[in-house]
C-alpha cells in the first residue's frame, strides 16, 4: 500500500528571495518523494474552514489574515509578508494538515509535506508560523471525530510554544517537546513535558533520552499521535543548535514511526523546520520522515 502524503503546489509562497525561511523546499520536497518512488501521487488538499480554524485561532486573528487587516508590528513577529500567496498558503497547508491526520485515521500512517507551525498561538503568530496547522487539526480530531487522547510529539529544535499554550488547559491533548534550551523562543511556554537540551547534543544522546521519554509516553496510551518532524536539529543547520547527522535523523524517524506503528497509534507526520545551509540535504532530511513511513505500509 502506497503511504498516503498530502501536497499542494502552491505551498510555496512568494516572500523575500533573501528570507531565512527556504519556502521552495516544500516544491522540491514534492519532486523529490516523486524521483525516489516514495510516493506516485499526491492528496490535495482544499483551504482550512474558518469553522475549522476558529476551534483553534481568535475570530479576530483569522479575519486580520484573511483581510490583510493585521497590524505591522503582528505581521513582523511571523516573518512572513502577509500577501495574497502567504495567506492562500497559509490556509492550504493548515487544510493540508487536517487532510493529512483523517488519512492517518484510515491508513495509520500519513503525511503533509508541509506543516507543523508550532510558533503560532490563539490570537497570534510568530516565527514563520501564520496558523498553527497541528493545533487545528488536533481539534478537529476531537471535535469531528470523538478521538479523545491525542499526543503532539514536537521534536523540532524550537520549543513548540504555540501548541502548549493553546492546549495549556486541555486535558486530552498532551503536548511533549523535546529542544535546544538555547534556541527561539527566549521565553519558553509549559508544555504538559518539556525536554531541555544542552547545546551541541549529538546522535547518540539524543536518541537515548527519545527512547527514554518514548517509553513514558507509551505508558499513557494515545489513541492517536502528531510527529511535528522538524530536521533543524542537524549539524549543519543555520538556526539549530544541535548536533546531530543525516543517520542520526534517519533514525530518529525509524524510532518514532515504528514506536507509534508497532502500538497501532495512528501517526500523523508534519515537517516542521529545517534551515540546512545545503538546500538539497535540507530536503533529503526532510524527506526521511516520508520514506521511513512508506517502509511500514
Ligand atoms: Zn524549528
Redesign the pocket.
Same mark, same amino acid.
Given at each position: 500500500m502506497e503511504l498516503p502524503i498530502v501536497n499542494h503546489p502552491e505551498y510555496v509562497a512568494k516572500i523575500n528571495e533573501n528570507s531565512v525561511f527556504p519556502i521552495k523546499k516544500f516544491s522540491a520536497l514534492a519532486n523529490y518523494l516523486l524521483e525516489k518512488k516514495i510516493v506516485n501521487k499526491f492528496y490535495i488538499p482544499k483551504e482550512c474552514s474558518i469553522e475549522t480554524l476558529s476551534k483553534s485561532h481568535s475570530t479576530k486573528y483569522i479575519n486580520d489574515i484573511k483581510n490583510k487587516t493585521l497590524d505591522k508590528k503582528s505581521e513582523v513577529k511571523i516573518g512572513f509578508p502577509i500577501n495574497d500567496s502567504v495567506i492562500k498558503r497559509s490556509f492550504l497547508a493548515t487544510g493540508g494538515t487536517v487532510l493529512a491526520s483523517k488519512l492517518a485515521l484510515d491508513f495509520k500512517l500519513a503525511c503533509n509535506t508541509a506543516g507543523g507551525s508550532h510558533h503560532a498561538s490563539y490570537d497570534y503568530g510568530a516565527g514563520y508560523c501564520v496558523f498553527n496547522d497541528v493545533a487545528v487539526a488536533a481539534n478537529y480530531l476531537k471535535y469531528r471525530k470523538k478521538i479523545k487522547k491525542i499526543l503532539i510529539l514536537d521534536l @523540532?529544535?524550537?520549543q513548540g510554544n504555540g501548541n502548549s499554550e493553546i492546549f495549556k488547559n486541555d486535558r486530552n491533548i498532551f503536548t511533549f517537546s523535546m529542544h535546544c534550551i538555547t534556541n527561539y523562543p527566549a521565553k519558553k511556554s509549559k508544555s504538559d513535558l518539556d525536554i531541555e537540551l544542552e547545546e551541541n547534543l549529538e546522535d547518540k544522546d539524543y536518541l537515548k533520552i527519545l527512547k527514554n521519554n518514548l517509553l513514558k509516553l507509551n505508558k499513557m496510551n494515545f489513541d492517536f499521535v502528531f510527529y511535528i518532524a %522538524?530536521v @533543524?536539529v542537524h549539524y549543519q543547520d543555520k538556526? %539549530?543548535k544541535l548536533k546531530l547527522t543525516d543517520g542520526g535523523i534517519n533514525q530518529r524517524e525509524k524510532t518514532v514511526i515504528e514506536n507509534f506503528f508497532s502500538n497501532k497509534v495512528p501517526l500523523c507526520g508534519v515537517l %516542521? %523546520?529545517g534551515y540546512n545551509k545545503d538546500f538539497n540535504k535540507l530536503v533529503e532530511l526532510h524527506s526521511m520522515l516520508h520514506r521511513n513511513c512508506s517502509k511500514l505500509l
Open positions: @523540532d529544535v524550537h %522538524g @533543524d538556526l %539549530g %516542521g %523546520g
